[in-house]
């Protein structure tokens, strides 16, 4: 794999820029526009959710259950054609800015019409599984 231009990793960023900002506001709405309409979401300790819908719902019940905001961090983006592959970290944290969990995740991005989405949104704890 080629490693990625600053174009598109500045792209990428930004795009999480507006995931993070539309999380922390709680506006699932928005976060789930940033995914194609199939798109596979796989988060640590759960099954996979898929469809954008299905993806919106379950970062309204990230809310529901405590997690108020998050941080992503971009550490590599690799693209081929029209695909873009990132990983990074996040933190998931409540509303007293006490972390609830920390790991790395990765996204497969698609380019649709112009526009970057995520494809598969893979998720992975830090945290011991019990």
Sequence with gaps: MEALSTDITDEIKSLNASFVSSFNQGDVGSVANLYTKTALLLPAGSETVKGREAIG???????????????????????LDLTAIEMGTYTLKAENGRSLDQGKY????????DHWKMQKDIWNSNQQQS
């Design 57 to 79: 719902q379950y970062w309204q019940n990230a809310l529901e259950m405590g997690v108020k905001e998050m941080d992503l961090h971009t550490v590599e983006v690799e693209q």
């Design 106 to 113: 990765m996204a497969v991005w698609k380019k649709e019409s």
